[in-house]
């Protein structure tokens, strides 16, 4: 399958091992996993898993999917959808998945955005209001760590709201940003909880060394936005992991098909048990979920 | 010589050959605005918007609040012009021709502050082209453009008296409903966006429309003055204070809504720290220094004098009255966005914003193009309201008119 993971990373063989031999116990009913999840997120007591066969949207959501693939990067494959999972114990607010998202997505150096956002909140409390965004250092001890960027919703609000559908929802569960077809008006940032979404408000200078000449990570022309892709230049060609997944020096981000009941995040939403979606009481439905 | 005649529109060209050199002061100087503005455009389209003060967390500025602050102007504009038609309003007979146009006009201007506002504006055929029914700018853009000719239309058949009362009235019937829902949509770009909690309220309709009309009506006033003493135009006081007592019902009301707001965010059982912080910001915070103002020296004291007879009745009161609202919407409407920016969703990112010279240049152009579009059609166009021969007999025909304006007026230059 596209997401498992090729390359096993010593020191994470054991838990591998440990979560393939949990990944059995519900293994072959792939299509199952996801409301299984979504139950467990609701009721965050992990009772009895319901093995059901239903669409990658899971229940009670059903988006149109546009059926063009979009143009920079290779179709939608099947039988996925694609989430993370940020273990928040383990971030430390290091902010490298922040700078190497910079350099691998072709993020104009003076553009004056970043897809992830890090939050510095004091222990104990999800504030938002009272958070600070631009801590300097990171790691302190009394505090905790909150990366943010596109949750690529299922019930996406810059979806809904963009006037000429320069902005939708894939098959995998990809929110994609159509840069040829944004007319810039903003309505999206508008409406977005996450602050994941960013205009050009320049032309984005990047070092010519340092650009990443993937065709599928288009340099953004100025008066479009833009937002997280979930890598999809990467995820959409094999490899089923996010820059910043890679980067994190703690592995605090786990990033896969949630379908698939033996990847990493699939295991991870099945045994962790303190969870939650950043605003899921806003309905958006998020695919970013937070573990402790 | 004899004017042109544009489909059975009267071009008063002679009244241009007859204007005096202050005239094309006026004129010249809002071209030069124009011209300016012009530059400023070709400076953001060529830069980016990052010419404007705008950022991610604060990313609808200036051309935003002048595009609600403009569709409020234009609702309150029509919204007098039906209260004749449909409440039988006759006293306010004299400025009709006026109030529409002002709709049209400012309706023209919320239009064209969109377009320096995007960033990509020759991709908007995609409105048309791929448009999503689910988007609330989708339908603010379609009830925009529909308002807009049902302005034009209104105009037209009020200048050539074709169709009669009897027309107007039905037109009203059409555009009565659209001066509202346009506002009502507008309102709705913002009370629709769930994430932003001080938006995100039921009351933000009805606060737009109240606003719109206490800002539409003012500027009336303020226009009719103006003509009045430029255009030497017949529009008698007592419509004036008339629309004055109506104009300080609105701002009552508008006042009252603001009131609501406040107390549901601040009274201790019903505070959440979300809405909280934010109205902080505007009643303590940064911004307190235009809402305050807002609620007080453009609020409350308008408010009082449009109360009182002594300071309704009398022209200059009134008219400050007026200056205080037409300003006071507008700080209000800079306010709102304030609202929802000033503490960005995800925790308190830099959100100060103050838009730079080209920003404003743009600005000042669009008013500039608006100001010379309505003096060039009140110049050129039969803007008074005194009946045509032909226009008064269908009018006691079909029964909406008994007393002529014309006799109104008379009346007036009495007065005067």
Redesign the interface.
Known sequence: MANSSEKERAGDVSRRDFLKAAGLTVGGIALGAFPMLSAFAAEENGGPLAETAEGPQGEGHEFAFDPNPVYYAKPAPAHTKWAMVIDVKACVGCRKCAWACVSENNIGRDS??TYI?L?EMEAGKI????????YTEGGDPGKWYMP?QCMHCDDP?CV???????TRKEADGLVIQDYR???????C???????A???????PVIPAKEINRNPAVPIR?????EKCTFCIHRIRDGKAETRCTEVCPVRARKFGNVLDPKSEVAQMLKNRRLLFRL?EE??TEPNIYYVG | MANPNLAGVEIRIDELKKSTPWFWAWVSTFVILLVIAGYAYVLQLRNGLAVTGLHDAFPWGLYIQNFMYFVGLSAGGLVTYASIQLFGAKKFEPIARIAVLQAFVCNLLAALFIIPDIGIPWRAYQFITSPNPQATLFWDATILNLYLVLCVIDLYVMITGKGGHSLEFKLTLISFPAAVGVHTVTAWILSFAKTRELWHSALMAPLFLSSAMASGIALLILIGMALRYFAKMKLPDDMFFTLGKVLGTVVFVDLFFLFVEIMTTFWPPSRTPGHATRLGLLLWGPYAKFFVPELTVFGALPFFLLLFPKTRRKVWTLATACVLIVIGIFLKRFALLAMGFGVSVLGPFDASYLPTVPEVAITAGIWALGILIFTMAVKLLPMESAPHGENATQASDNGHEDVPAAALQAEATTHV
């Open positions: 004056g955005f956002q939050l504030e938002l209001e009272t958070a600070n965004p631009y943010v609000p809904l709201n963009c006037p000429v559908r320069a077809k944004c007319i810039g008006c903003r309505a940032m508008i409406n977005c909880p996450y602050h979404r960013h205009f050009n408000w320049k032309k022309p100025t008066g479009v936005v605003k806003l309905g």
